[in-house]
């Protein structure tokens, strides 16, 4: 391997140092990776990126001669000039197409020209508007490669994994006579090949026969294995049949494998998106997840590993669950898609091309041993029973019992008094989740089974009767809600804050809420809102995200968002106070019309309407009181993260988040993990600008949902899922992160998804529309409690959707239409 020295101008594609691209940016770096493979590559050489420094106008009388000198050297010919930043080409930020490349180069004043074309497209408006949405960290520059030029009889482009549905066993070739850049730009219909893995590869066609097929599949699968990723590779065949390879770059649109998936073919679900979780879970965070999943296990009588159990799959960052076996179970799977739809249509049509598939053929039995299942039902299934008959028979008397439960678990999560020992620590935040196991979980889980009873019961009186969407009318306005109240109480200190309404304004969130840590703002009654609520944020259930009572941000925003409204009868108060009386009047309304036609029913009606308007407040109260134990988890977890950084182990205190649970007793230990929390940040970083998730993944990396792509209804409305009923109509508010977020009443939001540490903003809204979610998910949950019309699961719908555009929602259809452009 040649060695690159600083400052030189030119340097030999085959003395390249391919570690180098801070010199000779990506394209050539892996050009010089493959030379050194043996790989046959056209012979060229790099304009390193310093010499771009003091020639971005003209090029120096210095840096022309040596480009021409190596131009010579080459043979005067046709060449190709190609761009090659400093951050192309890297494994998450392909950089395609953003910088230039010019073809069939001829003559010394054509390559000068060609060359400060390369550098001038590093300032282009579409490189720049690309870093901006891909950040690649640190400064920018260009280098450019240079090489002879291949007379292609055929060219194209390869990905060793297909790019659209992300399966890993299977390579793509699209493929032009002549030259390839016919296929990157997209200017003609290529020939498409698929070239499943382990096939013989057959006649297709076409401008490639299937040796020419067979030559591209084997080179395809030694450049995989040299990078170890799948890889976007360019190709040409000469004239002669000569393969040659052009360009070898990682995919970066793919979605990323399971991290160590059991054997054989798997199905997975992604789960977060039910509590509001579209971003990546911090390690810390997936690591509580899982320890609660073993706890609850273990209570129930099932034997788990304390550290997590391989129900719960970690999938850049997301929670996915294994869900082969019900897959693959003979005597369900029939009735899974009806099952699935309150993950909302796209996952249940994902679902059905996975039925359709052999790999997942049904299997005789069952999936489990009835044995070992049996005792582990006798055991939960009676404290269930006489939770669900008992709130059905005395609502009142279980809603207290309920709430003694949620008071005991947050009792019971306190530490032990002298805690502060950091292995000690680490135990305690082990442990502590089985405070909520303890004190009665059963009691609060019964009654929301027997509102779902109810409703379910009540549905089936009604049947053409009454719609589903008029019966979750009956829902709103929810008396025992610990989510509204909380939202309620945050009105009440905003109205209440009026004479602090220009502060509160014109100062940002950000600010106030340091404002507020260091004492320096006027009582706003925050101490006691944050003295009950301020265990909760958004992305919640991951206990590595800062707590409102941390960084009180986000609820400064909101109280903002509530000082614009300005008409009265839209108070957040008389809202819901609306939403109650008209709850009570549709409930009279159906069973007036169920007593028309089925005068006995009518009194079942009534009776299963009311109970589950009764207990249907306390659906977000068993989450809002497991959050105590995360908060004190996440205490004791942040005291152990300071003590290693005072010891120097951790470069930060809130490094801790970006280790498990065993790698933090590790790193109590003497274990120095600085490297490996530097690793995860950044691919936290990375994951966190991700916008899209398949609610559906196969194990070889297949999204089934792209199997099938859904795109816009006929009339060209925007097709989610109904999640609350309603119409309403506004300007849209595309809101991604609600910490600082602006939005005026009646406008219409537009999230990727919410958990209730977005609802505060539901207050003032008219509207809202997600691209994930369920319709049984919080935010929906307390949507519909608002009376506040709600589309969920509407694909892309924060890229679709512009803030400012008029749309129209049906809450009941599961319909979004842009009605006007910004």
């Not at 977060?272 to 899982?290: D, E, I, K, N, V």
Request: hydrophobic content about 45%; proline content about 7%; overall charge neutral.
């Amino acid at each position: 391997m040649g060695t690159l020295t600083v400052g030189r101008t030119v340097v030999d594609l085959a003395e390249v140092d391919s570690t180098r691209t801070d010199l000779v940016g990506g394209k050539a770096a892996g050009l010089a990776a493959l030379v050194r493979a043996g790989e046959r590559v056209p012979s060229g050489y790099c304009v390193t990126a310093p010499a771009q420094e003091g020639a971005t106008e003209t090029v120096g009388v210095a840096v022309r001669r040596e480009i021409v000198e190596a131009y010579r050297r080459l043979g005067a010919g046709p060449v190709a000039v190609r761009s090659s930043a400093t951050a192309e080409d890297l494994p998450h930020a392909s950089f395609a197409g953003q910088h230039e490349t010019v073809l069939d180069v001829r003559g010394e004043a054509a390559l000068i020209d060609a060359v400060e074309r390369c550098w001038a497209s590093l300032t282009g408006e579409r490189a720049v508007a690309y870093r901006e949405a891909t950040p690649v960290g640190g400064p920018v520059a260009m280098g450019v490669v240079v090489q002879r030029m291949v007379e292609p009889a055929a060219a194209g482009v390869m990905f060793t994994a297909n790019p659209i549905t992300g399966c890993r066993t299977e390579m793509v070739i699209d493929a032009v006579p002549g030259l390839g850049d016919a296929v990157v730009d997209g200017s003609v219909s290529a020939d498409h090949y698929v070239l499943p893995e382990g096939r013989p590869v057959e006649e297709a066609g076409g401008c490639l026969d299937p040796h020419r097929l067979a030559e591209l599949r084997a080179a395809g699968e030694r450049l995989q294995r040299l990078a170890g990723a799948p890889q976007d590779v360019e190709w040409a065949f000469d004239r002669d049949g000569v393969l040659w390879l052009l360009q070898s770059r990682a995919i970066t649109t793919l979605f990323p494998l399971p991290r160590a998936p059991r054997p054989g073919d798997r199905v997975y679900l992604e789960a977060g998106h039910m509590q509001g979780m579209l971003r990546p879970f911090t390690p810390m965070g997936m690591s509580a997840m899982r320890v609660a999943t073993a706890q609850y296990l273990e209570s129930i009588g099932v034997p788990s590993d304390p550290f997590g159990h391989p129900l719960i799959v970690d999938v850049a960052g997301r929670m996915y669950l294994d869900m082969t076996s019900v897959v693959r179970w003979g005597r369900v799977r029939t009735r899974l898609p009806a099952a699935m739809t309150i993950y909302g249509p796209r996952v249940t049509a994902a679902l059905e091309r996975v039925l359709e598939d052999p790999r997942f053929a049904p299997v005789r039995g069952r999936p489990f041993r009835w044995r070992a299942v049996a005792p582990v039902a006798a055991r939960v299934a009676p404290g269930l029973l006489v939770g669900l008959v008992g709130a059905l028979a005395r609502p009142r008397r279980a809603r207290a019992r309920a709430m003694r439960a949620a008071a005991q678990v947050r009792h019971d999560s306190r530490p032990p008094a002298g805690l502060a020992d950091a292995a000690d620590r680490v135990r305690f935040a082990m442990a502590v989740q089985g405070a909520f196991l303890r004190a009665g979980m059963g009691d609060m889980l019964g009654p929301i089974y027997a509102m779902m009873v109810c409703r379910s019961a009540a549905l089936a009186l009604l049947a053409g009767v009454a719609t589903e969407s008029e019966v979750d009318e009956t829902l709103r306005g929810m008396s025992h809600n610990v989510t509204t109240e909380m939202d309620l109480a945050l009105w009440r200190l905003s109205a209440d804050a009026g004479e602090h309404r220009d502060l509160l304004l014109a100062t940002t969130p950000a600010e106030l809420a340091a404002r507020y840590r260091a004492g320096a703002l006027p009582d706003l009654g925050l101490d006691e809102f944050l003295a009950l609520y301020g265990h909760r944020s958004a992305a919640e259930i991951d206990v590595g995200v800062p707590r409102w009572s941390e960084d009180p941000t986000p609820v400064f925003a909101a109280i903002a968002n509530y000082l614009r409204l300005t008409d009265p009868t839209q108070a957040p108060d008389r809202r819901f106070a609306a939403a109650s009386r008209e709850a009570e009047a549709k409930i009279d309304e159906l069973v007036r019309r169920a007593r028309r036609t089925r005068p006995v029913r009518a009194v079942g009606v009534a009776f299963f309407l009311r109970r589950s308007r009764a207990l249907a407040g306390l659906r977000e109260l068993p989450k809002f009181t497991w959050l105590h134990a995360f908060a004190e988890m996440r205490r004791q977890l942040l005291a152990v993260g300071e003590e290693l950084y005072g010891r120097g182990l951790l470069d930060r205190a809130d490094d801790i988040v970006f280790l498990d649970l065993r790698e933090a007793r590790d790193a109590v230990d003497g274990v120095d993990l600085r490297a490996l929390v530097g690793d995860r940040r950044r691919e936290y970083a990375r994951e966190s600008g991700r916008r899209s998730v398949p609610g559906l993944l196969l194990s070889d990396g297949t999204v089934p949902e792209a199997l099938a792509p859904a795109g816009p209804a006929a009339d060209g409305s925007l097709v989610g899922a109904a999640a609350a009923p309603g119409v309403a109509v506004g300007r849209a508010r595309v809101v991604l992160d609600p910490g600082e977020a602006h939005v005026e009443p009646g406008e219409i939001l537009v999230a990727p998804t919410t958990d209730p540490g977005w609802t505060p903003l539901f207050m003032t809204i008219g509207g809202l529309v997600t691209e994930t979610g369920s319709p049984m998910a919080h935010g929906p949950t307390v949507a519909r409690e608002y009376g506040i019309p709600a589309v969920i699961c509407v694909r892309d719908a924060t890229q679709l959707i512009r803030t400012g555009q008029v749309i129209s929602i049906d809450g009941a259809a599961g319909t979004v239409v842009v009605e006007e452009g910004d």
